[in-house]
């Protein structure tokens, strides 16, 4: 064959792989994965950012829910995702910097398997308990747990930042507590109104409209937060230490094309810069956090021997 035809048979047979890499992203709807059950903080925050995405995009942007070990066993999933920029995962504090300290098999590596967008935003967390313990403030609520003699706390899963904190909380306070893991926000929710469980940290996202509500007591909170401004911080009430924030963000299976994650980088910025957004996000206690996508690759591998180290401190571990 004619090196003339040879080349025009390579080109031809090249050409759909050509135009398959050079179509508009997206060209049909992406899917955010989330790791938690619906109705938790992180279910809260992306369903606001939900429409404004897709808006961005110009594509329908579909949420999964897919809860279990603490925001694990999504993630691992979406770790495993064809890189296509069709599937991506709301990253959080627990999932990226706290897990690979606890768990033995974490069937990801956050600091090789992913590629990141960007942050989504930051919120502190609050220390609430059911209104029977009697208590409003930390001093308080130390006491009523110690005449009490054994309690429960519940966490939104195994080897998240709630847990870790519940765990900090029992062991530099010398109290008597049995953990309570639950498989996101929302039955832990029922559980603690419930009076089955006494205390939980947890971000005030999903806490603070029962807390507003009468339902729960909100004792402390991690930093100031406009959503409860009568509820003083840890520090404010001589309590050192817990000053731990949560942040959430997004990102892609690794090895996604750059510019793929530039794009997203770009409507998840835009959308957080607008207002409206911005101020659902700050009621919901969550501070809006534009910026590039470096940002938070940068801060999951600062926070992963930040969280191991408190992991060791308080002997958490998960096999």
């Known amino acids: 064959m004619p090196n003339s035809f040879r080349l025009l048979a390579l080109a031809l047979a090249a050409a759909p792989l050509l135009a398959q890499a050079q179509a508009p992203w997206p060209d049909r709807p992406v899917t955010v994965i989330v790791p ?19 808006r961005e995009l110009g594509q329908t942007v579909i949420i999964e829910n897919r809860g279990g070990a603490g925001g694990t066993v999504g993630s691992g999933q979406a770790a495993r995702a064809r890189p296509d920029g069709y599937t991506a995962l709301a990253v959080t504090t627990s999932t990226h910097a706290v897990s690979p300290s606890l768990y033995q098999h974490l069937p990801y590596d956050p600091l090789h398997d992913f590629d ?12 609430a308990v059911h209104p029977s313990i009697g208590a409003r403030s930390v001093a308080g609520l130390i006491q009523a747990l110690k005449q009490r003699g054994q309690a429960n706390f519940a966490s939104v899963g195994v080897g998240t930042v709630s847990h870790l904190l519940g765990e900090m909380f029992r062991t530099k306070q010398g109290l008597s507590l049995t953990h309570i ?11 603690l109104i419930g009076g089955q469980v006494d205390l939980m940290f947890d971000n005030p996202v999903g806490l603070a409209s029962y807390v507003l509500g009468g339902k729960l007591d909100a004792v402390g909170t991690t930093a100031a937060t406009d959503i409860l401004p009568g509820v003083a911080t840890f520090a404010e009430q001589g309590f050192p230490g817990y000053t731990q924030q949560l942040w959430y963000g997004l990102a892609f299976p690794g090895h996604t094309p750059p510019q793929i994650v530039t794009r997203m980088n770009q409507a998840l910025n835009a959308a957080l810069n607008d207002p409206a957004i911005a101020a659902d996000l700050a009621a919901k206690g969550v501070r809006a956090q534009p910026g590039p996508s470096g940002a938070l690759a940068q801060a999951v591998k600062h926070d992963v021997p930040f969280w191991g180290g408190i992991a060791k401190s308080v002997g958490a571990r998960i096999d």
């Open 116 to 127: 990141y967008v960007g942050f989504i935003g930051t919120s502190p967390y609050v220390l």
């Open 181 to 191: 893991p639950y498989r996101g926000a929302a039955p832990a929710y029922t559980d």
């Open 36 to 54: 938690f059950p619906a109705g938790g903080g992180t279910d809260l925050v992306v369903r606001t950012l939900q429409p404004a995405l897709a």
